[in-house]
């Protein structure tokens, strides 16, 4: 028996609260037990986000108003990169940690994983990187950095959108949309989901930034295809979710239908209860 004073137990630090997201997560998982491999990997990835997400300053955008307003008719993306509030160690960190999460997964490759960190590793070689991607994804005409796989924008997405989500928050309080956006208004990447308002609009949704904007229910985003004959849009059987399929390029938008909803859209949840419903998709044809 040693004689060291007796030390007091620890507090024990009570477990951080599921986020609603989570929650309905770990909901969706016990429903369906297929989707339990997606929604894990979806929880480690929403943890990733959340301990960023505090840290992200608030953007200041230096471009004025009628600069904005220009942008915007023109279907221009208004996140420069510039504005984007990047700490470089902070952005590093959730970068290697998204990088090693979508590895432990799965989702991404032995040998695109060793490159993806290493770009993280090699002294400033990822900031010009990320740059450079930005912008040949924003709409600026910029050509992709080469040499890099593929895997790397499932990356650099996941990485970026704390960062993008405050810029775009910030701009959409500051420029009205008056045009009809294909891409994202904000950063310019494509819709990956879309949700039916209560009022019978459909909003397209982000897959980079998570931004909202209003667009045609019956125009195919992604040919602006809007002969409606043309459109194939079916429902599931509990009417919770829809597939828009275009006839014309063959892509294809699922949509969470909020109209009679106890709930509404929660991306990172209804992108992962619809997974069954992209291979419905796939098997009609659409990809
Ligand atoms: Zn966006
Ligand atoms: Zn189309």
């Not at 039916?196 to 295809?225: D, Y």
Request: net charge neutral; hydrophobic share 40%; charged share 25%.
């Amino acid at each position: 028996m040693s004689d060291q004073p007796i030390q007091p137990p620890r507090p024990v630090r009570p477990p951080r609260a599921d986020t609603p997201e989570v929650l309905g997560l770990k909901e969706l998982k016990s429903a369906q037990p297929d989707l339990a491999s997606a929604v894990d990997l979806q929880v480690a990835l929403l943890d990733i986000q959340r301990r960023l997400q505090g840290r992200v300053p608030l953007p200041w955008i230096s471009a004025d108003d009628a600069w904005l307003q220009e942008q915007e008719k023109a279907g221009r993306a208004l996140v420069r990169f510039g504005d984007i509030p990047l700490e470089w160690s902070d952005f590093r960190l959730a970068f290697r940690q998204n990088a090693d999460v979508l590895l432990r997964f799965d989702a991404l490759e032995a040998a695109d994983h060793q490159a993806i960190v290493a770009l993280a590793r090699e002294g400033n070689a990822l900031e010009p990187v990320v740059e450079q991607w930005y912008n040949a994804t924003s709409g600026t005409g910029q050509t992709r950095p080469e040499g890099l796989p593929a895997s790397l924008d499932h990356v650099l997405v996941l990485a970026l959108r704390p960062f993008l989500a405050k810029c775009a928050e910030v701009l959409r309080q500051r420029t009205p949309l008056t045009a009809s956006h294909a891409l994202c208004p904000f950063c310019g990447w494509e819709p990956d989901f879309a949700v039916i308002t209560p009022s019978a609009e459909r909003h397209l949704i982000c897959g980079r930034c998570s931004a909202q904007w209003p667009f045609a229910s019956l125009t195919c985003p992604f040919c602006r295809n809007d002969d409606r004959a043309r459109i194939t849009s079916f429902a599931t059987r509990d009417g919770r979710y829809r597939v828009y399929g275009c006839d014309v390029c063959h892509r294809y938008l699922k949509a969470y239908d909020a109209r009679t909803a106890p709930r509404p859209v929660m991306v990172a949840v209804d992108t992962i209860a619809t997974l069954p419903l992209d291979a419905a998709a796939m098997q009609r044809g659409y990809n």
